[in-house]
């Protein structure tokens, strides 16, 4: 079964303090990752997909790279508007629908 | 505007009562898929239908059921309902088998 653990929960940031948030995963064959972000009261908007391990992605203040065991979302000197919650899904080879399994989310919280 | 329409955004009903959620996907997209999120279980895979055939199914239960429509628009029933049911409902749309899933805002149930 396929499994995805984020972590922190939750994450006060100062604005400007960099940081990091942790995706682990456990899938039989990766197709892809997946960062998404949601809005209170809104469903989650795409940031990016990663394929193989050593993969990057830049986004803004945001950088997303992945392992054959976990991803992190690198944060660099973030604004009060990047909080959120970042969720992190895994899309498996052998995936009839190509759905995806998400994570619990980490609720990011930036306070000028 | 992710371009994924969901009615009705809010829903109050009462136990055992049975009521249908409904989603217009992207234009061009002929993959829908039904998420549940609730706060103590993330979002939740349901079920997937690709050009009116179910092609996968999650954790979704016998009370729940769902369907696309030739015009690719999609409905999940969800009947008997209990307090558990109390969560909020997501549709996605994609193309085909990408990962990069287009979300509406969500339709939040709440049964008393």
């Known amino acids: 079964e396929d499994q995805v653990t984020q972590s922190p929960e939750a994450l006060r940031l100062q604005e400007g303090e960099s940081s990091s948030l942790n995706c682990s995963y456990t899938?039989?064959?990766?197709?892809?990752l997946f960062w998404y972000r949601q809005d209170p009261g809104k469903g989650p908007e795409f940031l990016f997909t990663?394929?193989?391990a050593g993969e990057e992605k830049e986004k803004e203040r945001l950088k997303a790279t992945l392992t054959k065991k976990e991803s992190f979302l690198h944060i660099t000197a973030p604004k009060p508007e990047d909080s959120a919650t970042y969720l992190c899904?895994?899309?498996?080879?052998?995936?009839?629908?190509?759905?995806?399994?998400f994570g619990g989310g980490t609720r990011l919280m930036v306070k000028p | 505007d992710s371009g994924v329409t969901q009615t009705p955004k809010h829903l109050i009903t009462a136990t055992g009562q049975r009521v249908t959620l409904r989603c217009s996907p992207r234009?061009?997209?002929?993959?829908v898929y039904w998420y549940q999120q609730s706060l103590d279980q993330g979002l939740q895979f349901l079920i997937q239908?690709?050009?009116?055939?179910?092609?996968a199914k999650g954790n979704i239960l016998e009370r729940f059921s769902a369907q696309q429509f030739p015009d690719l628009h999609s409905e999940l029933n969800l009947s008997s309902l209990e307090l558990g049911d109390s969560a909020l409902y997501f549709c996605?749309?994609?193309?085909?088998?990408?990962?990069?899933?287009?979300f509406g805002e969500g339709s939040r149930l709440t049964v008393l």
């Open positions: 996605a749309s994609t193309v085909g088998g990408t990962g990069e899933l287009f």
């Open positions: 899938v039989s064959g990766l197709r892809g």
């Open positions: 990663l394929y193989s």
């Open positions: 899904a895994v899309q498996a080879e052998n995936n009839a629908g190509n759905m995806l399994t």
């Open positions: 234009s061009g997209d002929l993959s």
């Open positions: 239908y690709y050009n009116g055939e179910e092609r």
